[in-house]
């Protein structure tokens, strides 16, 4: 059985796993997020013809 002390360390220690996850996710989004606006934006110049700046977009485009 645990004692008081023990019990609080392994919920405060339990709250900064969750707090890491959730800080991942967002990061994980976000750079998702980033990655299909810049092949939005690559789309977008190939259809007005632009080759070489849809190519840049998509070098530009973060690797995940």
């Known amino acids: 059985k645990l004692d008081n ?3 609080h ?3 405060v220690a339990r709250d ?3 707090e890491a996850i959730d800080a991942l996710n967002k990061q994980i989004n976000a750079e998702l997020y980033s990655s299909y606006i810049y092949l939005a934006m690559s789309a977008y110049l190939e ?3 632009l080759p ?3 190519r840049w977009m998509k070098v530009q ?3 995940i």
């Open 47 to 49: 259809s007005l013809a």
């Open 16 to 18: 900064a796993v969750a």
């Open 9 to 11: 360390t392994l919920s």
């Open 52 to 54: 070489g700046m849809a």
């Open 5 to 7: 002390g023990s019990t």
């Open 61 to 63: 485009r973060p690797g």
